[in-house]
């Protein structure tokens, strides 16, 4: 890539995002995004498979920031607490990057295909967590459980993060799914 | 429906999961389907509408019956106790059709797609199941964990159960499961 265009990814992406939320995901074409962005079809398939992938690459470092919580986080800590510390850090990154994270949530909420590319991008993180929860020794059940328990705190707390737009922190719906769990669990028999 | 064919339904699916089995979902055709179980295509198609269908048309009946078990719970349990007993009903169901949830799980587990369609039927199950709480007055975001925890500790205990073949009944790795859960909780602080 040019050193003449230092930004022709995140202008791909903010041109994508921009006329996905105006004119809906299935209506926009590369050609478009691309003119939109001031580059070339070329440059855009540089960057992306495909307009889809503008929407998705992040899954990836989004994996690679949680696996990296947990490789990180002292060993000390219990394997809902390991998970906790990963998404204490993504929860940091998503704040750095709000503005994007919440138009590319509005573009998913308004396609099913999209919602449903999500939930296995979900699930293949939590599979990932529950990895390298392993590899700290937890047992598989338990490390699965773990993963997944979190994944859908963070998830919950990531939907109400985006509904309050910009009220509160991600880190506070967070830590307040957190307590909800902890009441659920702690409050029944089960 | 004739009356002179009153298991057609499940002849045709106990010959699908034959076939999936021996020859992989992907290389089976609905013809040979309706061969292996002595009946028409024609009949087949009366009965589902294509050959995934035979592997999902009961994710439906599960619903109900956990949004059933949902609604018929004490008013007095806690949340995630609900979703527990609801959850308790489903494993007595499959237990009743081990062999064919066995056979079923094979199939989907070789197949990523399957893997697919299952996450997302697990989502929508899940998102069924905090719908009947929310109806019960729990609040939306307390709902939403509370099925999704709870799912997620019935996954992981159905696959255990897969695992283990008989050797114990879902309703124990259930337990166990939750077991796994409280303590996760309990032994953290997040």
Chains 1, 2 share one sequence.
Do not use: C
């Not at 003449?4 to 050609?31: H, N, S």
């Not at 540089?46 to 949680?66: P, W």
């Not at 940091?92 to 919440?102: G, K, L, P, Q, V």
């Amino acid at each position: 890539m040019g050193r003449w265009q230092p930004a022709a990814r995140e202008r791909l992406g903010q041109a994508a995002l921009e006329l996905y939320g105006e004119r809906g995901f299935d209506d926009v074409t590369v050609a478009e995004i691309a003119r939109r962005a001031g580059l070339t079809e070329r440059t855009f398939f540089r960057h992306f498979t495909d307009k889809r992938e503008v929407l998705f690459a992040g899954a990836d470092q989004l994996r690679d920031l949680l696996v990296a919580g947990v490789d990180a986080a002292a060993p000390n800590l219990s394997p809902l607490d390991t998970v906790a510390a990963a998404l204490d850090g993504a929860a940091r990154m998503f704040e750095e990057r709000r503005e994007f994270a919440w138009r590319r949530q509005a573009v998913i909420a308004a396609n099913p295909e999209l919602q449903e590319r999500e939930l296995i991008k979900m699930a293949s993180l939590a599979a990932s967590v529950a990895d390298a929860l392993r590899r700290r020794g937890v047992a598989a059940a338990e490390a699965r459980l773990a993963a997944q328990t979190g994944l859908a705190v963070f998830g919950i707390a990531f939907a109400r993060w985006v509904d309050a737009a910009g009220e509160r922190m991600l880190s506070d719906f967070l830590a307040e799914s957190a307590r909800d769990l902890r009441r659920l669990v702690v409050g029944g028999r089960w």
